[in-house]
Structures are given as C-alpha cells and as structure tokens.
C-alpha cells in the first residue's frame, strides 16, 4: 500500500490508506499569533521510504475532523497517557502522548525502554532506509515497545540500541540502528507545563532570544525527559525523551523552571570515553576476556547502584544490561571514563546547619575523632592555614553538625570521614573566595547513617563520607551557583542544586543532577 501526504489545521501526516503513521504537528507562530509553523526535518525521512508519498491533498479550513492513527482503537481521540508504564512486545500497541490534566507520577524506570511513535526502520546501519538492502532494515510500526539495555547517540539523529531481546527480523541480532525523531524513551521522569512558557536555546530571558531560539509551549503540555539539571537564571536544562510540536528533531532545551513540575527521577551511567568494564579493579591486561567488556564512547545505561570509588574505579550495578559472556550487570568503571546524571527517587535532605558564631569566646565543644590523637574543638578552623594561607573560614562545629547548648554532634563513623572533611574543606575555601570572601551557610555536611535517612538524603548519599556539603552563598541563586561552579568543577566531583540549597561533593568523577525542587 503506498503513501500519501495530507494537510490540516493542526499538522502536516503521512498517511497510508485513510489513516497516518507519521505526523509533525504545527505550532503558534512567536511572532505572529495569525501564523503557524512547523519543522520540516522530519518529512525528509518521508520521502526516502521505499513506498514515498507521490500526492498530497490539502485540508485546512474546512472544519473536518483530524485523521485517526493507524493501530489506534480509540475511534480518532488521543488516548491519555498511561503513566509511562513500558507495554510489553505483542501487547497494547496505543500511542501516548502528552498530555494535560491531573495525572498520577509517572511509574519508575524498571529498565530502559522505548516506543515508536511513528512506524519506523531499524537498521544495521546508520543511513538512509533507502541506502540499505531489505535484508538490513525492519519496518517496526507505531506505538510498538522495546525494552533496551542502552543506547548510543552516534550522531546524524541516530541512536545505536542494544535490545533486551533479539525480537527483530531474524531474531538473532540485538544490536540495531533508529532515527530518534520517531521514537520515544520511557523513562519515568515528567516534565509537565504549569503556566504558559518558552522551550531556549539559551538560559536567558526570552527577549534576548530571536524567534528560532525559542519554542511557545502552553500550559499543561507534559514531556517525558532523558534528563534535567539546574541552570543559570533559575532554569532547567532538559534533554526530551519525547518529541512536542516544533521540537521534533532538537531534544535539548532550557526551561524556566518555576513555570513548570518536574515528577520523578532517575540514574543513568554514561562512558564519556571508549573504556573496559571489568569484574575486578585492577588493569585490564590482568583479566580474562570473560572478566572485561568494551564499552564505546556516548553508551547510556540505567543505573542500579553504585559503591564508593576504589583503586580509581566505581562498582556499579546496571539495571536490566546484562554485558559480557556471562550476562554480568555489575561491573568495575575506570572514574575518568564515566559520568553519573540524575539521581535517585526521594532523595530531598532538608537537613539544617548549626551556623557558626561570630567572635567566639571560647573554642567551643571539645571532640575527639576515630584514628586521631588529641582533642578538637568546635569553633577551630578544619583547616589552620588554608591555601591562601590564612586562617581557614570554615570550622569542624559546622562540619559535624556540633549543638553547642548539649555539646552533642555526628560523630564520625572511621578516620577516612575526617579526612574527606579536609578534602572538601579544601574545595569550599576556594567556593568562597570566588564569591568575594563572604561567607557561606552550610545546610549540611556530615550525616551518620541515621541522620541521613531522618533528614531524606539518598541512600548512597557523599555526606555519609564526610566529603559533601549542601550550602547557600547568600544574596546569589542557588541555580546561578551551580551554573557559575560547573565548569571549574568539572570531573572533580558531584555537583547539584535546589532551589534552596547547592551541593558539592569530591568524589573524584563528574556526577550532575537536580533535586527537582
């Protein structure tokens, strides 16, 4: 059955008999509210199917009713969307779309899955459906779900997709390419619109924007997100997981963020340089080829879980990739090669500094640490001479939460929290020399496993090592903190914000995410 092309009020469809299977929706013109628009990039793969679109018939103005989605039994209506819930292979086939209007937070991620949206190729290249033998492509329809073990942007609106199981033509290979326009990811985390407001190109006000820098978005539009993170100006940064009218093809944008919900969260592990997982963490010339797996540069998995950096390299625990002759899904990540992004549902501290008080008459609350000699005191600097070599600005009654009216304060667990606390001191007495010498309010440092869980921290949270903390650099937004400490942070560590609080921590690998509030 060939292919045509209608036009209507709404959208631009490629249609086969009376019903489409590919759709790029227009939208309000920014300049002219008499005009709309729309991104013609997605049409391209239209005409380089084997069955390309020969007629096109016009439809606007005369008040008829939208076409009705090829495998939809919804009778033309859009079904609402189902809470990101993946659909197993063979099941329910029904698009979801964003949407508006109360809906329940999105189930979490259990693995990494993905839906087309619009009836597709997958390939064993990454080219044109046109430039492939029918032996290299397989024509997968609408709302057909996959789950995936990860996936690779290889560039050119490609991603590589390693399926769960080899479910495609022969069934015997996993490892296929897509066009991202005309799929989805499920992921779990919700972006939903509540008050009218522009998808950038830049986190900047919009007047500074031109009118293809910036996308209208109304409200109660819902987008499922790859990932968001804090930016400057009291933005988002998010990469879509789903495509919205007009940004079909770009996935990456800036929100602003109190014109907006975010609901949900996840982990997700990605190689930012071609690398070997191994069992054990030690080099891989000393391990079987059972015990070690090439992972290429730009792979995204689902994290699970992940342990305190050890001999340079971090276990992790994948969530539904199993890698290597035996299937393994822990493995040994070398720290320069990796990055983490998001971070765990429920992870809300709310935990409260003691403050340090000014001029003190004494030095305040004697303690003593596990594997160290002596006695300390509460308002001595961590650091007697930071490196700027003065008297450091930041104290251990700060760090260790100390109560100065019962003396009481997180004792910390073994030798290597105390040592953390130097090395994150460190970091912090260079944050306030980039702020003019002023000082800072800590909310937290250290937490013992019980203060961690009573406060809402993340179960693998730095702060129960001693080398993260949660501050406020007065009279600066914390989303304008973490913007301005990003790049100088670089790989050095985790970096993080809320709308109350920025987190810093020195784990030794770059970690990004957002506490979505």
Known sequence: MGTWVKETDEAF??????????????????????????????????????DSPLAMTVSVGTGGPEPEQAGSSSGGQTPPPEGETPLPIGGDTSPEEPGSGAEPAPEPAKN?????????????QPKLANELTDAEKVLVTNGTTFNIQYYIDVGKNHWQVQLLEPTLGDKTNRTWYVYTPDIDVLTGVRLRVI??????????????????????????????????????????????????????????WYVYSLDTKVDGNRQTLEVTGDTIFKARPVQASQLSDADKVLVKKGTVFLLNSYAQPESNHVRVALQGAFLGPQ???????????????GTELGNRPSDQGPGQPTNPADRGVAMSFPGFTGTY??????????????????????????????????????????????????????????YGDKPLKI??????????????GASMSRHLSGDAVDFVVPGVRCYD?????????????????????????????????????
């Open 13 to 50: 469809y490629l249609m086969q008999g009376n019903q489409w299977i590919s759709r790029i929706q227009k939208r309000p013109s920014a300049g002219n509210p008499n005009e709309r628009v729309l991104n013609v990039e997605g049409m391209r793969e239209w005409f380089l199917r084997s």
């Open 327 to 341: 299937n393994r899904t822990s493995w040994h990540a070398y720290v320069p090669d990796i990055q983490i992004s």
């Open 112 to 124: 990494l899955a993905l839906r087309v949206k619009s009836t597709t190729y997958f390939k064993l």
């Open 377 to 434: 005191y509460s308002n001595d600097p961590i650091q007697p001479k930071n490196r700027y070599g003065v008297r450091g600005n930041f104290t251990w009654g700060e760090a260790l939460h100390v109560n100065r009216s019962t003396g009481a304060y997180r004792r910390p667990a073994n030798a290597g929290v105390i040592y953390n606390i130097l090395k994150v001191a460190d970091a912090m007495e260079e944050i306030r020399k980039m």
């Open 195 to 252: 008050s009218d407001t522009l998808f950038k190109t830049e986190p900047k006000i919009s007047s500074q924007l031109s009118e293809s820098q910036k996308l209208f978005v109304k409200n109660g539009t819902q987008v499922s997100l790859l990932a968001f993170k804090p930016a400057a100006g009291d933005h988002y940064e998010i990469e879509l997981a789903d495509a919205i009218a007009g940004a079909e093809v770009n996935t990456k």
């Open 481 to 517: 903190v973490y913007a301005r400490l990003n790049g100088w942070w670089g790989s050095r560590g985790g970096l993080a914000s809320s709308s109350v609080f920025t987190h810093i921590d020195v784990r030794g690998y770059r970690a990004r995410w957002s506490y979505g509030y």
């Open 443 to 456: 909310n937290s440092w250290y937490r013992d496993p019980a203060t961690n869980a009573a406060v809402g």
